[in-house]
Nanobody, 123 residues
Framework: QVQLVESGGGLVQAGGSLRLSCAAS????????MGWFRQAPGKEREFVSL????????SPADSVKGRFTISRDNAKNMAYLQMSSLKPEDTAVYYC????????????????WGQGTQVTVSS
């Protein structure tokens, strides 16, 4: 099993940047694909980006392509989401998730989830 804790959320103006971090427990972090999802009030959870265990494969959602970059540091058991050119519509609770299987953008494919971190983008 793996436990996940997100951090780095906050309030930022439109056009600004934030980096979210996801700290993972366990000794086999590199065997897990990692995903970032988000959920805005009244909306369903939405896929943002994923990265394979090795970090070789990444796949962002069209809505964040060119603005958000996912990465990981397996030596530190960390995953990251660098967000730039933020828009008010990016406002949501952001979750990191882990799966032994790569690579899906479906939330159902990730059995392990963090508690989420709030990102608010003001206009």
């Amino acid at each position: 099993q793996v436990q996940l804790v997100e951090s780095g959320g906050g309030l930022v103006q439109a056009g600004g940047s934030l980096r979210l971090s996801c700290a993972a427990s366990g000794r086999t972090f590199s065997s897990y694909a990692m995903g970032w999802f988000r959920q805005a009030p009244g909306k369903e959870r939405e896929f943002v980006s994923l990265i394979s265990g090795s970090g070789v494969t990444t796949s962002p959602a069209d809505s964040v392509k060119g603005r958000f970059t996912i990465s990981r540091d397996n030596a530190k058991n960390m995953a990251y989401l660098q967000m730039s050119s933020l828009k008010p519509e990016d406002t949501a609770v952001y979750y990191c998730a882990a799966s032994r299987h790569c690579c899906t953008g479906s939330a159902d494919g990730y059995p392990y989830w963090g508690q989420g971190t709030q990102v608010t983008v003001s206009s």
